[in-house]
């Protein structure tokens, strides 16, 4: 039980961390998207062009891959993932598809909320592929 909360809370803490690390690599390296990122933190007004957008949204995703696996590794339960990935996926529906769904582009608000469940799964697959293949093999020789 410790380990499952242990895995959440740990996946939380990667998921909010991931995608601003990955920002500010890209901000370092792209000087237009430090000015565009530096608009939305100060004033709160999107301007990114759709190129820096898509590279948000590649940015969400594999920050909610990272998620899934490190709360995989910690809990090494399934139920541990489901309710992260569900954590994940109502903060960012009621977010998106609702408080910023007009602040944001329609395609941008969709791009992150349908692939985070997805991803925070996969992620926790990742976590322990050998795994799953093992309990098919134990389940298939039981029978």
């Not at 939305?40 to 949204?57: D, I």
């Not at 960012?92 to 692939?115: D, K, S």
């Amino acid at each position: 039980m410790v380990r499952n909360v242990l895995g959440v809370v740990v996946g939380v803490v990667v998921w909010m961390m991931g995608f601003f690390v990955l920002a500010l690599v890209l901000a370092q390296l792209w000087p237009d998207y430090a000015i565009h990122g530096r608009q939305w933190t100060q004033q709160g007004v999107f301007t990114f062009t759709p190129l820096m957008a898509c590279c948000n949204l590649v940015f969400w995703v594999l920050a909610e891959i990272g998620t899934g696996w490190a709360a995989g590794k910690i809990a090494k339960r399934h139920e541990a993932l489901w309710v992260l990935a569900g954590l994940v996926g109502i903060y960012l529906a009621g977010l998106h598809l609702v408080f910023y769904w007009p602040r944001f582009p329609w395609w941008y608000n969709l791009g992150v909320v349908i692939p985070a469940v997805p991803a925070v799964l996969l992620g926790g697959k990742l976590a322990h592929p050998l795994h799953a293949v093992g309990q098919r093999a134990a389940i298939a020789s039981a029978k």
